[in-house]
């Protein structure tokens, strides 16, 4: 069975703090990755994926993410959030070569001032 | 940048009754794809498909049927509408399967209600 956990359902963070959003997968054969945002009553938006070469990937508005298949792992990380950060995070993945994203349950990050 | 468009944006149907979710997309995506989003479950697949015509199965698809009559529409019906299928449902779109890293567009989502 292919499986993304997002362990932490909630995380609350100040304003300024970095923060890092889990991701563990459990998928066979090569994989592709990502993360999505989702702000309160809107549709996911896309920040980053991850598919091949180096394991540290950029992405929108100083997000950053590391993959790690030795731990089997996809942490999204930002060194210093702001308010607007404050959102539904998403971490997703597919085998490489065909079938749709599978997503996990979802991290809320509330920033306060 | 793709956009896609669902409608309605809020419903509310009966048990038993008939409800269709429509989703347009205007950057010429092959793959569309419906989920549903619960409290507890993140996003779950409910039916996709890779072109005109086409429509598979996802990880929930029973109680749900998919249509997608052309590159821009994809259509998600609810024959007999159950209050188990009270949710928050997003269209998405995607151009690349597979080995190309697709990157999903999505809706705004509409939030359906069974009473």
């Known amino acids: 069975t292919q499986t993304v956990s997002q362990s932490d359902a909630h995380v609350t963070v100040f304003e300024g703090d970095s923060v890092e959003l889990r991701c563990n997968y459990s998928?066979?054969?090569?994989?592709?990755l990502s993360w999505y945002i989702q702000h309160h009553g809107r549709g996911l938006q896309f920040l980053l994926k991850?598919?091949?070469?180096?394991?540290v990937v950029q992405g929108v508005n100083g997000f950053e993410a590391e993959f790690s298949k030795s731990d089997s792992s996809f942490h999204l990380r930002k060194a210093s959030v702001h308010w607007s950060d404050s959102a539904v995070y998403f971490c997703a993945a597919s085998n490489q070569g065909g079938r749709a994203l599978i997503f996990g349950t979802g991290t809320t990050v509330s920033v306060s001032p | 940048e793709a956009a896609v468009t669902q409608s309605p944006r809020n419903k509310v149907a009966v048990t038993g009754g008939k409800v269709t979710l429509s989703c347009n997309q205007t950057n010429n995506h092959n793959n569309m794809y419906w989920y549903r989003q619960d409290t507890g479950h993140g996003l779950r697949l409910i039916h996709y498909?890779?072109?005109?015509?086409?429509?598979e199965k996802g990880d929930i698809p029973d109680g749900y049927k998919a249509s997608r009559p052309s590159q821009e529409n994809f259509s998600l019906i609810l024959e007999l509408a159950t209050p188990s299928q009270t949710s928050v449902y997003f269209c998405?779109?995607?151009?690349?399967?597979?080995?190309?890293?697709?990157?999903?567009?999505f809706g705004s989502g509409t939030r359906l209600t069974v009473l």
């Open positions: 998928y066979g054969g090569s994989i592709y």
């Open positions: 998405a779109s995607g151009g690349n399967w597979g080995s190309s890293a697709e990157t999903l567009y």
């Open positions: 498909s890779y072109g005109a015509g086409s429509t």
């Open positions: 991850y598919y091949s070469g180096n394991p």
